[in-house]
C-alpha cells in the first residue's frame, strides 16, 4: 500500500512563501507522474504543478514563475515552493503521484492566504 503524507500547509500573510513536502512510503523513482494539486473553498479541485518521469513539467498559469515542483529520491519526498503567495492560492494542496494502473494521494494541507 502506497502512502503519501503531505504537509507544509500554513496560515501566511500575502507575498510570503512557503514549502510543502510531501513523503512517500514507496520510491517515487517508480512512479510515472507527481504532481499537487489543490482545492479552493466551494470550487473544484484543480491541477497546480506535475512532473514526469520524462521530467516534463507543467504548472498552472496562475502560479507560473512562483511555484516549483522538485523532488529528493534519497528522501522519498516531493516539495512544492510556493512564492509571492496570493489570497486566491488559498485552498487544501494535496499531493498526488502516479502509475500507469494507480493514482494515490496525500490527505491533503491547508494554506491561508491573507490580505
Known amino acids: 500500500q502506497v502512502q503519501l503524507v503531505d504537509s507544509g500547509g500554513d496560515f501566511v500573510q500575502a507575498g510570503g512563501s512557503l514549502r510543502l513536502s510531501c513523503v512517500a512510503s514507496?520510491?517515487?523513482?517508480?512512479?510515472?507522474?507527481l504532481a499537487w494539486y489543490r482545492q479552493p473553498p466551494g470550487q473544484q479541485r484543480e491541477l497546480v504543478a506535475s512532473?514526469?518521469?520524462?521530467?516534463?513539467?507543467h504548472y498552472l498559469d496562475s502560479v507560473k514563475g512562483r511555484f516549483t515542483l522538485s523532488r529528493d529520491d534519497a528522501k522519498n519526498t516531493m516539495y512544492l515552493q510556493m512564492n509571492n503567495l496570493k489570497p486566491e492560492d488559498t485552498a487544501v494542496y494535496y499531493c498526488?503521484?502516479?502509475?500507469?494502473?494507480?493514482?494515490?494521494w496525500g490527505r491533503g494541507t491547508q494554506v491561508t492566504v491573507s490580505t
Open positions: 514507496v520510491s517515487f523513482r517508480s512512479m510515472e507522474t
Open positions: 498526488n503521484a502516479g502509475t500507469d494502473f494507480n493514482t494515490y
Open positions: 512532473l514526469t518521469s520524462y521530467g516534463i513539467t
